[in-house]
């Protein structure tokens, strides 16, 4: 009998430590508290198929058809909401704009467990909408990425050569290493980490390493502004450094910002223009 009771604690601890891991990482869609017309930007609502056929949600605001497309890629659990300031401060300046929800985020259509994956398959398929369903003659893409969003764009650039600019703000060079930080501050024991990280490859369908963004920025012939603040803890000022270290130094430039965390860069004076600097240049 004492067998049992052993083996039914082992089990209930082992269904407590996935609940954790998993609710680490759960997605509460975050919907719009402010749109664009608060800051009197003209814009449209939009609504395009990703890869499987999901709708996602986005506001187009156009410059012209001769302009490039700016396209901003929020973070984890965030929404096109989370971009009110890149839109606010940098509308207007010679380049259309779409910021758009991934799926299972904002107002766009759930599918189930998210990843970085689906992030840049949705950001393929807002690509697609702007070219094909908005028309512009101007067909150069740039990309400006927070967190997960920044990793998913360095993996997009490096598969679609329309994209000819890329900015990430806070991103991971390897999802892997920033989700096993965070579980170790949960005491997580490290076998049950390894589990976990292989069920999700398994979900998602592609390894960790072939998607992370250290290992597909080389391939990328984008031009690259990795910004990261040195006091981010969610994801290490060392993973900006990973991903500088893995670029070819003739596409990118490296700003770590003093002071700064992972949510208030946009903050630091400056910042504007050093954005406006590389995508106009």
């Not at 891991?21 to 009197?40: C, G, V």
């Not at 969003?149 to 991103?171: C, E, F, L, P």
């Not at 900006?240 to 949510?263: C, M, Q």
Request: hydrophobic content about 45%; aromatic content about 12%; some cysteine.
């Amino acid at each position: 009998m004492i067998y049992f009771w052993i083996v039914l604690a082992f089990v209930l601890i082992v269904l407590l430590l996935f609940w954790l891991m998993i609710r680490s990482f759960k997605i509460t869609p975050e919907k719009h508290l402010k749109t664009p017309a608060e800051h009197n930007i003209a814009f449209e609502e939009v609504r395009y198929p990703t890869k499987n056929g999901k709708q996602l949600f986005a506001w187009w605001i156009p410059d012209g058809k001769n302009s490039p497309t700016l396209i901003l890629v929020h973070g984890w659990g965030k929404s096109a909401s989370r971009l009110m300031p890149y839109i606010k401060n940098l509308h207007a300046h010679g380049f259309n704009m779409l910021a758009f929800d991934s799926r299972s985020h904002g107002d766009s259509e759930e599918d189930g467990f998210s990843s970085m994956l689906k992030f840049a398959e949705d950001i393929c398929a807002s690509i697609d909408f702007v070219i094909d369903e908005k028309q512009v003659n101007n067909q150069d893409i740039y990309l400006l990425g927070l967190s997960i969003g920044g990793a998913a764009s360095v993996y997009s650039a490096a598969r679609d050569n329309r994209i000819k600019k890329v900015i990430t703000i806070g991103a991971p060079a390897n999802p892997e290493d920033v989700m096993a930080y965070q579980l170790k501050k949960k005491h997580i024991p490290r076998p049950f980490i390894w589990l976990f990280f292989e069920i999700i490859q398994w979900k998602i369908g592609i390894r960790f390493k072939n998607l992370s963004a250290e290992n597909n920025i080389s391939q990328a012939s984008s031009e690259f502004l990795i910004i990261h603040g040195n006091n981010d803890r969610v994801v290490l000022l060392e993973q900006g450094k990973k991903l500088y270290r893995a670029t070819k130094p003739e596409n990118a430039e490296f700003w770590v910002i003093p002071d700064a965390g992972h949510s208030n860069c946009h903050y630091t004076p400056g910042f504007w223009e050093k954005i406006l600097e590389f995508l106009v240049k």
